[in-house]
C-alpha cells in the first residue's frame, strides 16, 4: 500500500524553472526506484528520468543536461529540477514508484496522479 503524492506542476515561461516533487507514503513498504514520467496531448506517455535508491539515475534524451532528478531516502521522496524550459515540455508528468513489501521480494508499480506542467510565453 503506497501513496504518491505530487506537487509543484504550474505554467513557466520558456528557459525558466519549476520542480516538482513526490512524496510516498504508507506502510511496510521499500522503494527501490522512483521516477518521473510525462504524457502531452496526443502523446504515448515516456520516461523521463529514473532514480535507485542508490542514486544511479536515466534520463531521456530530450531532458539530459536540463533536468535534474535526486531522491531523499528518509524522507521517501524525489525531486526533478527542470531547467531551460521548453514549450515540448508541455505535459502531465507522473510520478512513479517501483516498491516492494517488507516482508516480500516481488516489486510492482506504483502511480501518483499527475501534475499539470504548462511552458508557453
Known amino acids: 500500500q503506497v501513496q504518491l503524492v505530487e506537487s509543484g506542476g504550474g505554467l513557466v515561461q520558456p528557459g525558466g524553472s519549476l520542480r516538482v516533487s513526490c512524496a510516498a507514503s504508507g506502510s511496510s513498504f521499500r522503494i527501490n526506484i522512483m521516477g518521473w514520467y510525462r504524457q502531452a496531448p496526443g502523446k504515448e506517455r515516456e520516461l523521463v528520468a529514473r532514480?535507485?535508491?542508490?542514486?544511479?539515475?536515466i534520463y531521456a534524451d530530450s531532458v539530459k543536461g536540463r533536468f535534474t532528478i535526486s531522491i531523499d531516502n528518509a524522507k521517501n521522496t524525489v525531486y526533478l529540477q527542470m531547467n531551460s524550459l521548453k514549450p515540448e515540455d508541455t505535459a502531465v508528468y507522473y510520478c512513479n514508484a517501483v516498491v516492494r513489501r517488507t516482508t516480500g521480494r516481488t516489486f510492482y508499480d506504483s502511480w501518483g496522479q499527475g501534475t499539470q506542467v504548462t511552458v508557453s510565453s
Open positions: 532514480i535507485t535508491t542508490e542514486g544511479n539515475t
